[in-house]
Structure formats: structure tokens, C-alpha cells
């Protein structure tokens, strides 16, 4: 898996040698290359499911 940030002139990528790249790494790849093209950010990235938020996700948790 490779992914590439094309900013302007500038361009960084970072390459894993494997596809099968779960979501955290995926995540730790992006924020690198954020951080290398110059973002500035405190905490880590992260994804929000918004289903989370309402009270589908209540019903959920209580089923399991």
C-alpha cells in the first residue's frame, strides 16, 4: 500500500511493502505524512462512525 500527499511542488509518500493494512496503521501513515508536509496538530487522527451518536448505537451496545 502506498500513499502519497501531492502539495504544490512538494510530494511525500510512505510505502508498505503488504496491502492488508488495518485502519490504525493506515491512520499513523496519514498523520506522518501530514505532519511531514508541515499540518500541526496536538492528539492523534481518528475516525468518528456518526451512527455512534444517536440512539442506534444505544440499541446496539444493549443487544450484545
Sequence with gaps: MKITIQQYEHTVSHEV???????????????????????????????????KDNDEWKEQINQE
Aim: charged share 25%.
Design 17 to 51: 511493502p503488504h496491502n492488508d493494512v488495518d485502519l490504525d496503521e493506515a491512520l499513523r501513515m496519514c498523520e506522518g505524512l501530514l505532519k511531514a508536509i508541515g499540518y500541526h496538530f496536538t492528539g492523534n487522527l481518528e475516525i468518528v462512525n456518526e451512527w
